[in-house]
């Protein structure tokens, strides 16, 4: 599976969007890009994934780049209770291959 | 309420003692799996079963024993632990293998917290 890289940290003001980028330039063709969170002491929560196109949820959108070398998972009105680690995961869409989660970005949101 | 359930929720353990985790999934998925969180580490999978059967064993020390009675039920033998084996286990589980791009998409359990003394 491609590696990404994220920022260890972002803060974000409550009601504002949150922007959080994400670097996969080795993804390759047949690799989708995932995003989890982890709010404190429970498990990683599915948000949203996509292979080229951009997607939109009722809990997130993302946005992936033309060369798909990045992304971006937008939470459009940020609430204190979005305070969570994000991880932005590159797959191939096959079934339980071994994921690696990596550290995350660390999201803050400040009311 | 993810329906990945796991008890119990807090554990606390001597290194002779041996106790076990259960993980039960109401979704209908085919697939589960046993993870480790420690402090300050990404997750680490630890085990994958599909099908009941395991396919992933990802070098995990044998005190450690997984059993998969049936596609909803995944259990965590600890035997003989160490104070570094402390710990947020979680389970999770996902549809299954081949078919959509959707057989991936793991759903976590809330984990169990073990504290090996």
């Known amino acids: 599976d491609a590696k990404t890289t994220q920022p260890t940290s972002m803060d974000c003001a409550e009601g504002r969007a949150a922007n959080l980028p994400c670097n996969h330039s080795t993804i390759s063709g047949n690799e989708y890009v995932y995003w989890y969170r982890q709010i404190h002491s429970q498990g990683p929560q599915y948000i949203i994934h996509g292979l080229k196109n951009n997607e939109t949820n009722e809990m997130a959108s993302l946005i992936i780049t033309e060369d798909r070398k990045s992304s971006t998972l937008i939470l459009p009105h940020a609430t204190l209770r979005d305070t969570a680690v994000y991880y932005c995961i590159v797959r191939n869409s096959g079934g339980y291959q071994k994921v690696t989660f990596g550290t995350g970005t660390k999201l803050q949101v400040i009311p | 309420e993810t329906g990945v359930t796991q008890t119990p929720r807090h554990l606390v353990m001597g290194m002779t003692n041996k106790k076990s985790l259960k993980c039960e999934q109401h979704?209908?998925?085919?697939?589960m799996y046993w993870y480790k969180q420690s402090a300050k580490k990404p997750l680490e999978l630890m085990f994958v079963?599909?099908?009941?059967?395991?396919?992933e064993n990802n070098s995990v020390p044998s005190r450690f024993s997984p059993e998969c009675p049936n596609s909803s039920h995944l259990f965590l033998h600890l035997h003989t632990l160490q104070p570094e084996d402390s710990a947020l286990y979680l389970c999770?589980?996902?549809?299954?293998?081949?078919?959509?791009?959707?057989?991936?998409?793991?759903?976590f359990g809330p984990g169990t917290r073990l504290t090996v003394t």
């Open positions: 999770a589980s996902s549809p299954g293998v081949a078919g959509t791009n959707r057989r991936w998409e793991q759903y």
């Open positions: 079963y599909n099908f009941k059967e395991q396919t």
């Open positions: 979704l209908g998925h085919n697939a």
